[in-house]
């Protein structure tokens, strides 16, 4: 069964209402892209996370990634973290 493990920090957290979750089955699989992800939850969460995901980024298998094409393979324990911009220096 597929199965991701999403987690949110800072405001992509406040947009989501929680910290993390994790999606099961279908709605899992169906995520096979970056940007497959971002339209999921801007039509999950609203504009607020639509915002977040505007200057955002995924950081899937520990790399850094904004492009929407970039492939994704969804599998048993996949994770992306959901990283709202950052500022300072």
């Known amino acids: ?10 405001a992509a957290a406040e947009a ?5 979750e994790t ?9 096979t892209t970056v940007g497959a992800v971002r ?9 607020a996370m639509g ?11 520990g790399v850094v990634r904004r492009e929407d094409a970039h ?5 048993t324990g996949a994770r992306i973290d959901v990283l709202p911009p950052f500022a300072g220096g």
Do not use: N
């Not at 069964?1 to 800072?10: G, K, N, Q, V």
């Not at 339209?39 to 504009?47: F, I, M, T």
């Not at 492939?71 to 599998?75: R, V």
């Open 1 to 10: 069964m597929a199965e991701l493990r999403l987690r949110y920090f800072a």
């Open 39 to 47: 339209a999921h939850l801007v039509a999950r969460y609203g504009p």
């Open 51 to 61: 915002h977040v995901l505007a200057q955002g980024s995924f950081l899937v298998d």
């Open 71 to 75: 492939p994704l393979a969804i599998g």
């Open 23 to 31: 999606l099961l089955g279908e709605e899992a699989a169906a995520l």
């Open 16 to 20: 989501a209402g929680c910290e993390e």
